[in-house]
């Protein structure tokens, strides 16, 4: 039987965070404890990919969920990108790393389809766009429930016409990148609050919340607007689980590290982190072509991971990242969930 979101144990989704921070353990962890967590296809192969779900498979009998980035035409101007890359060339000789050149990726978008339908994982999200009705159907028909990451009504419509199952409401108050079909388009400001209200009245579809959730209070609030579940990433950072990278993880409790803002410096699109000298320097002149500007950082941001640098690489936080701690997935998910049944 497919599985019905309102018939969750724990109302909470653990979000999937590509790049490092997602792990079969901190997915199989947020699932046993009741909850969903969810493993991210973003950046690796289609067999990693696979092997991460066989790995989160192993680790737990519980409906386990993933999430792939719906790939588009890259928005990028060879010249803008050489002009940023000139830029980038003092911070590429300081840690001593190449500036990659860019290439066309769909991030293995077939291939991965291919993978979920063949794994049938209980759920499958989208982000940056909504997968086509025929996918959808495919992988419904697999037992799959496919969930849409929206950020505005048009979209909320466009992703419930192609047969959406769910959508995921994400709010500007969200950590990483915006889930936004339209990577020119600054996302918009509208609160979480209002933007779900907006679509939990407009469609009948199972509605989950994100964006700036990092305690029970806030998952009530969010509950009792219509959401059937919250799903929380900034909030499992510092998980045990987790996979953040030691420089990730001292920045989040980094006093001197005081605001996050939105910024496309890093991957060309745009993303809430942590305010750093890489923001400071460079969110000005970088300019929108994702997956292009994505390319050309990594190195650098490797570099400066492995230096123990937290001013050359993206520390991707949502807005109450003041109010996370560290300890077991499982006993985050009881203390978000705490007064929900």
Known sequence: MPLHLQDLA????????????????LAAAVSDAGGLGFVAAGYLTADKFAEVIAGTRALTSAPIGVNLFVPQPSAANADELERY???????ADHYGAEIARPHPD???WQSKIDVVADTAPEV????????TPEIIARLRDRGVLVAVTVTSPDEAAAAVAAGADALVVQGPEAGGHRGTFDPVVRPGDEPLDSLLSAIVAAHDVPVIAAGGLSSAADVRRVLHGGAVAAQAGTAFLLAEEAGTNAVHRGALTDRNFTETVVTRAFSGRYARGLANDFTARYDDVAPLGYPDVNQMTGP??????AAGDPHGTN???????????GGSAADIVAALAEGTR
């Open 300 to 305: 650098l941001r490797r570099a400066a991971v």
């Open 85 to 91: 890359r000139d830029r980038l060339a003092p911070l």
């Open 315 to 325: 520390l991707w936080a949502g807005t109450a990242w003041r109010e996370i701690s």
């Open 106 to 108: 769909d991030d293995a």
């Open 10 to 25: 724990i109302p909470i989704l653990g979000a999937p965070m590509a790049g490092g921070p997602s792990t079969p353990a």
């Open 124 to 131: 499958a999200s989208f982000t940056f766009g909504c997968p």
